[in-house]
């Protein structure tokens, strides 16, 4: 079964932290142990697992994208957004995630971003379960 995340970007570049959000889903579901599958179903943004103790982690990570993919280049797809694309692929679109005792096994300094690349929209993460729940 899939459940669902709805976001709102405000920005044409953000990562927001849905860590909390991903955990109160595995909370409300009585998931107990297993495997919390996350998957953008957008083509220019993506997930990715990062340090979210320090804000200027995800400044300088955003900057660094913009550097290396810049919003304007030699690029032929006519939207004007090719570089959102680029920046989805180098994130990627799923991520797999450990859930013991119901609670997401992260590192301490980590959290759950959703990437933006091309906003600001209405967005969506899915999410799917597999395991055993409580």
């Not at 570049?13 to 595995?26: K, P, S, Y």
């Not at 579901?29 to 297993?34: A, H, K, L, M, Q």
């Not at 320090?54 to 797809?77: F, I, K, N, Q, S």
Request: overall charge neutral.
């Amino acid at each position: 079964m899939r459940h669902s995340i709805s976001l709102s970007t405000s920005r044409r570049e953000q990562m927001l932290d849905i860590t909390a959000q991903l955990q109160e889903m595995v909370r409300a579901n009585n998931w107990r142990d297993g495997l919390l599958q996350v998957h953008c179903p957008h083509t220019t943004a993506g997930l990715t697992v990062n340090e979210n103790a320090d804000p200027d982690v995800v400044r300088d990570m955003l900057a660094t994208l913009a550097r290396l993919v810049p919003e304007r280049g030699d690029y032929r797809h006519a939207e004007g957004n090719s570089d959102a694309h680029l920046k989805s692929s180098c994130m990627g679109c799923g991520l797999t995630l450990i859930v013991s005792g119901g609670r997401i096994m992260l590192g301490t300094w980590q959290g759950v971003y959703f990437c933006e690349f091309d906003g600001p929209r209405s967005r969506q993460v899915w999410a799917a379960w597999v395991g055993s729940a409580g």
